[in-house]
C-alpha cells in the first residue's frame, strides 16, 4: 500500500516540476507605453508573463494574435500564462491606450 502511494507520488511530480519551471519574463507599463516593446522568448514554450503597470490608470493586456485579455490595475502587477507558441511575431496592446500601448513577441 505504502508503495502503491509513493508510485502515484511520484507519477504527479512532474506536472509540479513543469509549472514551476515555466520561464518567465516582465513587461512594465509607463506612461501608456510596454517597456520592453519587443519581448524574445522560447517557441513551443507555455511562458509565465508578469505585467506590472506604474501608471496611475488601469490598463489591460490584450492581444488579437493569441488569447489574451487581462486587466492590471494602477500602480499593480498581474501575471497570466501564454503560449506555448510557434516561431513567429505576435502583436499584443493595451486595449485602454491603444495609440501608445503596442508590442510584440518574438517567438525563436
Ligand atoms: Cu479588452
Do not use: W
Not at 4 to 25: C, K, R
Not at 34 to 42: A, F, G
Not at 82 to 102: E, L, M, S, W
Amino acid at each position: 500500500m505504502k508503495r502503491l502511494l509513493l508510485l502515484t507520488t511520484l507519477a504527479l511530480l512532474p506536472l509540479f516540476v513543469s509549472a514551476a519551471d515555466d520561464p518567465g519574463y516582465t513587461l512594465r507599463l509607463k506612461d501608456h507605453r510596454y517597456q520592453p516593446s519587443v519581448l524574445h522568448i522560447p517557441a513551443n514554450t507555455r511562458i509565465r508573463l508578469e505585467v506590472i503597470n506604474q501608471d496611475a490608470s488601469p490598463e489591460e493586456f490584450e492581444s488579437s494574435d493569441f488569447p489574451a485579455e487581462k486587466i492590471v490595475m494602477p500602480n499593480s502587477r498581474m501575471s497570466l500564462f501564454i503560449g506555448p507558441f510557434k516561431p513567429g511575431r505576435y502583436g499584443f496592446y493595451g486595449d485602454f491606450h491603444q495609440p501608445t500601448a503596442q508590442g510584440s513577441l518574438i517567438v525563436e
